[in-house]
């Protein structure tokens, strides 16, 4: 199940994007799966061949119902060989993602952001409460493991090691269980790189408040490491014995996840 950290693991199970039922009303997260459709991606040629050893058909399956110009246009880029689609005003690059097909909206009356598991004052935090808490702020590249990247994007927010040194992390602890509000996504860090200065629970993005879309109110962001790193919509920091792989390194794609030196690629480091 857990790949090796640099090896071509075949993933598990399909990279299909979980369908949960929408409920009524029209979700404002759209945007494609992480479905790796470009070519000569390492990851993506890895997990297309798993799916076809598995026998599946329809690999790529469709996007979730895919709305607005941004996610029209995001969803055009990734197949437009000219690359003149990032000319357009789109989303300053990014594409949206999420593997569920509506999230449920957050704010500051119901947004909560738990830590608990191997520590001696388990928390739970509102956005007030975070807001409160000492910000810091880098400028970094921002590169999917897709291929697509972002130049010198503003992060904001509290170090992560701030809120596991408030919870006080016990000695048996090993690593740190990240969940999101979509009700799906996972991510896994040790907790040595959990600890590092450039792992942010970061509110502000581009010098904004974090937009529901890019998984406002709250996200993670680990700046050194592919962007499936940086949970949207978290709701959750457990702290655990030994790193659990999260929802895409189920699906074949590295636990470390260094820029550059993970996932079969070569891109140039984020800072
Ligand atoms: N909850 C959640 N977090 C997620 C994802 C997701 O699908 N759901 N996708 C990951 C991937 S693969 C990328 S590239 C980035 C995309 O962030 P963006 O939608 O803000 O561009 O979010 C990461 N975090
Ligand atoms: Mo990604």
Not at 108 to 127: E, K, Q
Not at 135 to 162: A, H, I, N, Y
Not at 190 to 204: G, I, N, P, S
Not at 208 to 236: C, E, I, N, Q, T
């Amino acid at each position: 199940m857990n790949p090796e950290p640099s090896g071509p693991a075949e993933p598990a199970v399909p990279p299909e994007p979980s369908g949960a039922p929408e409920p009524s009303g029209a979700p404002e997260t759209s945007g494609a799966p992480e479905t790796p459709r470009e070519r000569g991606a390492p990851v993506g040629r890895r997990v297309f061949l798993g799916t076809l050893a598995l026998g599946a058909v329809g690999v790529l399956a469709a996007p979730p119902l895919q709305r607005g110009l941004e996610a029209f246009l995001g969803s055009a880029a990734d197949k437009d060989p000219t690359g003149l689609t990032g000319l357009l005003p789109n989303g300053g690059g990014f594409r949206y993602y999420s593997v569920t097909s509506s999230v449920p909206h957050k704010n500051a009356t119901n947004y909560r952001l738990t830590v608990d598991g191997l520590v001696d004052r388990p928390t739970a935090y509102t956005l007030a409460d975070l807001r409160a808490l000492p910000q810091t702020r880098m400028v970094k590249d921002v590169q999917c493991v897709t291929g697509w990247r972002v130049p010198g994007t503003p992060f904001e927010g509290v170090r992560l090691s701030t809120l596991l040194d408030a919870a006080g992390v016990q000695a048996d602890a090993g690593a740190i269980r990240f969940s999101c509000f979509d009700g799906a996504y996972t991510e896994s860090l040790t907790l040595a790189q959990a600890r590092r200065a450039d792992v942010l629970v970061a509110l502000r993005m581009q010098d904004k408040d974090l937009g529901h879309d890019h998984g406002g109110p709250v996200r993670l962001y680990v700046a050194p490491m592919y962007f499936y790193k940086s949970a949207k919509w978290l709701s959750g920091i457990t702290v655990t014995e030994k790193v659990k792989p999260g929802y895409w390194e189920n699906r074949g794609y590295d636990v470390d996840a260094w820029v550059g030196r993970s996932n079969g690629r070569d891109d140039e480091p984020t800072n």
